[in-house]
T-cell receptor, first 113, second 115 residues
């Protein structure tokens, strides 16, 4: 079974600053994918960034980057130059060979102007 | 349409009633997934389809829940004898295929409230 743990129910950051959201996971599979999704009040889950477990290089998408520590089963998200539009719930998720996503409980990010 | 659509956006029903929730996936996407998101939680997997067949329904909580996708496109999630504990946001997602690399695109969800 796969589990995903997000230990920060809420985080806040000043506009233009950097924030890091934490995620740990557990899986018995060797081939899997990790994701960060953003869920604004509109409820629609939006993919922010993805990481293939077999890749050592950390994924980067513009202001978003991850710190993937495979041995520690840690997958944190760093948001640089935070913007007001980044405010949302952020979910970490794992997908293995069964194709279904397993999500954490989420972290509510507030961006202060 | 450009994205996954779900109807209705909100549904209020009374305990014991039957409800149907509809999902229209992105055109051409063969894989379709249903998730349930309870208040304060992340989405939890219910079922997924590859084409018309349910490839994995291990997440359905009990036999009151059933889903169909008769023509391999639109899917309907059906809940019989609704209970207050069924209140949640039901999310649908689709992907081009079930291959591991294929991104799941989510709809806006249906918020179900059982009174």
């Amino acid at each position: 079974a796969q589990t995903v743990t997000q230990s920060q129910p809420e985080m806040s950051v000043q506009e233009a600053e950097t924030v890091t959201l934490s995620c740990t996971y557990d899986t018995s599979e060797s081939d899997y994918y990790l994701f960060w999704y953003k869920q604004p009040p509109s409820r629609q889950m939006i993919l922010v960034i993805r990481q293939e477990a077999y890749k050592q290089q950390n994924a980067t998408e513009n202001r978003f980057s991850v710190n993937f520590q495979k041995a520690a089963k840690s997958f944190s998200l760093k948001i640089s130059d935070s913007q007001l539009g980044d405010a949302a719930m952020y979910f970490c998720a794992n997908r293995g060979s069964n194709y279904k996503l397993t999500f954490g409980k989420g972290t509510l990010l507030t961006v202060n102007p | 349409g450009a994205g996954v659509s779900q109807t209705p956006s909100n549904k209020v029903t009374e305990k014991g009633k039957y409800v149907e929730l509809r999902c229209d996936p992105i055109s051409g996407h063969t894989a379709l997934y249903w998730y349930r998101q309870s208040l304060g939680q992340g989405p939890e997997f219910l079922i997924y389809f590859q084409g018309t067949g349910a490839a994995d329904d291990s997440g359905l909580p009990n036999d009151r829940f059933f889903a169909v996708r008769p023509e391999g496109s639109v899917s309907t999630l059906k809940i019989q004898r609704t209970e207050r504990g069924d209140s949640a946001v039901y999310l649908c997602a689709s992907s081009r295929d079930i291959g591991s690399y294929n991104e799941q695109f989510f709809g806006p969800g249906t918020r179900l409230t059982v009174l």
